[in-house]
Structure formats: C-alpha cells, structure tokens
C-alpha cells in the first residue's frame, strides 16, 4: 500500500526520472505520412518518371527521322524538276537568228502556270546570262508587284497559346540554327543561289535553308538543256510543312503514348510504395507500441505470406520481440529465483546470529559458528555461480569461436580427476573410463574454456551420485555430421519426470548424504546454455539394464562437427 501511495503522489521530476530509468522518454504518437508526401512514394515515383523520360526526351527529338523527310522530299523535288525542265525545253526553246538556243520568256511564263498552279512550290527560271526569266509566284512578270504570298492561318487565342507554349519547349532542343539563312534579293541571280550555280554547270544540286517566318526551305536546281547545251536553270523550292508535320504527328503519337505511360507510371508507383510503405509504417508503429506499451497487448503483424523483403523483416521483428519477452520472462524468473536461493541461507545466517548472542553455552556457540560459516560459505558460492550465469549471455556472444578438440579436452578432465583430490565415497575413487574412437579428431567450432565448463559440470554431477569405487564412461562419437559425447555413471539415476527439468535453474535434487548448499543448482542450467550457445543439445535419460532396472544416469552431449 505504501508503494502505491508513493506512486499517486509522484512529481513531474520524479515520473522524469522513472521514464530515463526506463529507457527513454513517454510515448508520442508517430506521424503517420500517406500517399505523395511519403518520402519512400516521392522517391519511387521520381525514379520511375526519370526511367520513363529518358527514352521519351530522346525521342523527341526525332533528328534522323526529320532528316530522312527532308532527303526524300529533296529527292521528290529533283525528280520533278527534271520531268519540269524536260517539258520547258519542249515549249518554250527556241532558236535566234545566229543560230542559238534559247528560252522564251513568255513561253515559259506560260508553261510555268500551267505546270505550277496549285503545286505549292515555287518554280524560278535563270537564262544562261544568270537574270531571272519567271516566277511563278510572280503573276505578271519577273518585275510584278503581285506576288503570290502564303498567308499564316488564322489562330484563336488558345490556340495561340498552346502554340507558343509547344514553340517554347521545342526551344529546349537543337532546331535549325545551324542551317544557312535563305535571303532573296529584290532582283534575283544565278549567282545568289549555289545550286543554281551548279545547275548551269551542268550538274543539279539540292540545299536545305532557314527562313524565320516560314521555317525551314528546301530548294533544288537542275539544268534545262537542248541536246547537251545549257539554256538556263530550272529552280524548285517549297517550305518543309509537310515534313514538320510529319514530325509533329510522330511527336503527338509519342506524348500520347507517353501520356498514357506516364499515368500507368504513377498509378503503379503509387501501388508500388504503398505495398512497401504501409506494411512499413504499420511495422514501425507496432514496434512503437511495443516499445512504449504496457504489457504485451501489441503484437507486430504478420507479413510473411508477402513472401519478400517486408515478409522476412516481419519476420524477424516477430521473433526478436518473442526473444525479447523470453528474455525479459528469464530475467524476472532468473530475479526471483535468486531471491528465493539467497533468502534461505540468509534466514538460517540471520537466526543463527540472533541466537549465538544469546547462548552463553560455548559448545552451542561453536555450532551456531560453523552455521554461520557454512551459511557464509553457501552464499559465497551462490553468488559467484550467480555472477557466472549473469555474464554467460554477454561472455557467448562477444567470444570467438576456435577449434577445439573435443577428445583431447576429455583426455585432459579425465587425467585431471585422476590427479587431482576427487571427492571420495567411503574412502574410495570413482573410476573413469574413457572410450575414444581412432581416427580423425573431433574437432568442432567452440569456446574450449566454456566447452570444459560444461564436461566439468557433468562430470562432477556424476561424481556426486556415484556410489563407492564406481565407473564413469566418457564416450565420443560421430553422429550425422556432430560430435556426441556420453558421460554415464552409476548412481540412481534420475526420475523419469525430472529428465528435462535437471535444466532448469537451482534444481535441488541432490543425494541424501551431500550437505546441503553443497551446489548452488545452476551447473547443468550454466552447462545447457553453453552447448545451446554452440548451436548444439543437451539432453539426460537413464540407462536401463536387460530387466528394465535403471542402472545410472546418462548426460548426452552433442556438438556440431567442423
């Protein structure tokens, strides 16, 4: 009752003090994070979106596709300024007085018109002096006023905008820089035109300019000759409107495309982390709550059907917070056992002192001393096998494993006992017999300090039920890929319910003629967390004769081989 009274009186200071006692600070609810502004989403999101726009960017861009139009549509030209300039020679050629070729400016006016009307592409004609003798976007002459100019189509405002929006971003890309500037002059020359130039020559050519209102003009020139001899020069030029389109419609189909990619993109990525995410953010909570809760009513989910990564993360939470319980069920069970051993020969030492002070006898003095001393003497060894067990945990997992062999570390415990003062029975030594196959050594991974703790302790437990001058085997095997190790004595043997619970900590079964606080009981407890700590068994039973009749104790041991 005091206790809790303390407790409803506690002061902020002090219930500051309990949670460090503790190990950290009250419990706070965690932040839960959903959908984009998750980092773990954001991150999948991004990573997948980038992996998308790489190809798309490179797409594009489109830069070989766009200059394959353009060859074929250079192509187109040359071939129908040929069949054009064949049929110029036809019509408009005609012969001077001194003899010579030439090309009539009208006629060929004329047949310009007529082979160029709603073609779309503009056709010049050069004589052979290098003047320009037609147009056909000239109506009435090379000097016309009225020309005939392609007008912009009329815009809206949003389209407009989306225009100029696309024009913005297709800045982002190499366009048309690099190209030459078409300039027309007012009076028009061979000489202005390099492929012109070449046309008179003889030989057709192709170029491809830059214009900043109406883009990009192709242009070719072949020669109109009559049986070898060079009139003039015929000159086919168009914008490339059709093969913007052309890039414009693969461009559209792929932002559809990429539209569409990228909305599976997100939909998925978003399934995506919340698949990871949550199973997450649940863990991370359940584990919040087991470490801030009171008693055991949160449980970390299950999520090993999942089969992956969060699977085996569940997985292991689960069973380091079912090892956490077992520990902290030891440690409370190892506490209260250790209060219960330590509070015996306390109550025997305390009554002992209160009594020799009042015993004026000093024969009962003298045993009332020897109580005390043994009673001193008992908690001395408590303690001590107490402090081993307490560090064993710590000891095991720091310590290095290293080859032992186990048949040379029974030889030495058996040379050892035979040396040594062996507690006699009756005046008489227990015999040790030691069974070791030849062959090979039993080597095994292990700590060799630790490893004879535990042969130590079985030995001695078989020395202490051991009747007067009897046998103890110590036997070692190979079994399936370990070691096993047999120590078998003579003595009563153990009950058969009380196989498993030789194990367990201050097991105080002892024989009748041992003094008691002899042993503390936590040997074969000491011993079975060792080989459990080896990754090996431990295990009791009795051995029997042909009758049935238990003839002694048997401790088997086994170890896994190297």
Same mark, same amino acid.
């Given at each position: 009752m005091a206790r809790r009274g303390r407790s409803y009186g506690m002061t902020g200071k002090s219930r500051k003090k309990r949670d460090k006692f503790r190990g950290g600070s009250p419990p706070r609810p965690r932040r839960r994070v959903r959908g984009w502004r998750s980092p773990l989403t954001r991150r999948v999101l991004i990573i997948n979106m980038a992996a998308l726009l790489i190809p798309i960017l490179g797409l594009l861009h $489109?830069?070989? +596709?766009?200059?394959?139009?353009?060859?074929?549509?250079?192509?187109?030209?040359?071939?129908?300024?040929?069949?054009?300039?064949?049929?110029?020679?036809?019509?408009?050629? $005609?012969?001077?007085?001194?003899?010579?070729? +030439? $090309?009539?400016?009208?006629?060929?006016?004329?047949?310009?018109r007529v082979l160029f009307s709603d073609t779309g592409v503009r056709a010049r004609v050069f004589a052979r002096a290098g003047e320009l003798v037609a147009d056909s976007f000239a109506l009435t002459g090379t000097g016309a006023k009225i020309q005939v100019v392609e007008l912009d189509p009329p815009e809206s405002g949003v389209v407009n905008h989306i225009g100029r929006f696309y024009d913005s971003f297709r800045a982002l890309f190499p366009g048309d820089d690099d190209l030459p500037p078409y300039e027309e002059n007012q009076a028009q020359r061979a000489a202005d035109y390099g492929e012109v130039e070449m046309a008179m020559l003889g030989e057709g050519g192709g170029r491809v300019r830059s214009d900043r209102r109406r883009g990009v003009i192709l242009s070719v020139a072949v020669p109109v000759q009559r049986y070898r001899q060079v009139l003039g020069a015929l000159m086919l030029s168009k914008d490339a409107d059709e093969v913007e389109r052309a890039v414009e419609a693969r461009r559209g189909d792929i932002l559809i495309v990429f539209a569409i990619a990228l909305a599976v993109t997100v939909m998925l990525s978003f399934y995506l982390a919340g698949t990871i995410a949550s199973p997450m953010h649940r863990l991370a909570r359940?584990?919040?709550?087991?470490?801030?809760?009171?008693?055991?009513?949160?449980?970390?989910?299950?999520f090993t059907a999942r089969g992956d990564e969060i699977g085996d993360l569940s997985a292991a939470l689960r069973e380091m917070t079912s090892a956490l319980w077992q520990r902290l069920d030891a440690i409370e069970g190892f506490a209260a056992d250790v209060a219960h051993e330590i509070k015996n020969p306390l109550s025997s030492l305390r009554s002992a002192v209160e009594t020799v002070a009042r015993v004026k006898d000093p024969e009962q003095q003298r045993r009332l001393m020897g109580i005390i001393v043994e009673d001193v003497e008992r908690l001395d060894r408590l303690i001590s096998d107490i402090s081993d067990a307490s560090r064993l945990?710590?000891? $095991?997992?720091?310590?290095?494993?290293?080859?032992?062999?186990?048949?040379?570390?029974?030889?030495?415990?058996?040379?050892?006992?035979?040396?040594?003062?062996?507690a006699e029975v009756d005046g008489q030594k227990p015999r040790f017999e030691l069974d070791l196959p030849a062959g090979a050594p039993f080597l095994i991974e292990g700590m060799e300090g630790r490893l004879g703790q535990v042969?130590?302790?079985?030995?001695?437990?078989?020395?202490?039920?051991?009747?007067?001058?009897?046998?103890?085997?110590l036997r070692a095997r190979r079994v399936d890929g370990s070691v096993e190790v047999i120590v078998e004595d003579e003595g009563p043997g153990l009950p058969d319910a009380k196989l498993e619970a030789v194990f367990d900590r201050f097991y105080s079964e002892r024989p009748a003629s041992e003094k008691f606080g002899t042993h503390s009981g936590l040997g074969l407890s000491i011993s079975k967390q060792i080989v459990d700590a080896h990754g090996g068994k431990i295990r009791a039973e009795n051995r029997r004769g042909p009758d049935g009749q238990v003839k002694g104790a048997r401790f088997v041991v086994t170890l896994p081989w190297e």
């Open positions: $489109l830069d070989q +596709y766009r200059a394959s139009l353009i060859v074929s549509e250079l192509d187109a030209l040359k071939v129908q300024a040929h069949a054009f300039a064949l049929s110029l020679v036809n019509v408009a050629a $005609l012969v001077d007085e001194t003899g010579t070729d +030439y $090309l009539h400016p009208f006629a060929t006016r004329q047949q310009m359940a584990a919040d709550q087991v470490r801030h809760g009171q008693g055991r009513k949160f449980e970390i989910p299950d945990d710590a000891e $095991l997992s720091r310590a290095e494993m290293e080859e032992v062999d186990v048949g040379l570390l029974l030889e030495t415990l058996v040379e050892v006992h035979d040396v040594s003062g062996v042969f130590r302790n079985i030995i001695a437990n078989a020395i202490t039920f051991s009747p007067p001058g009897g046998t103890i085997w």
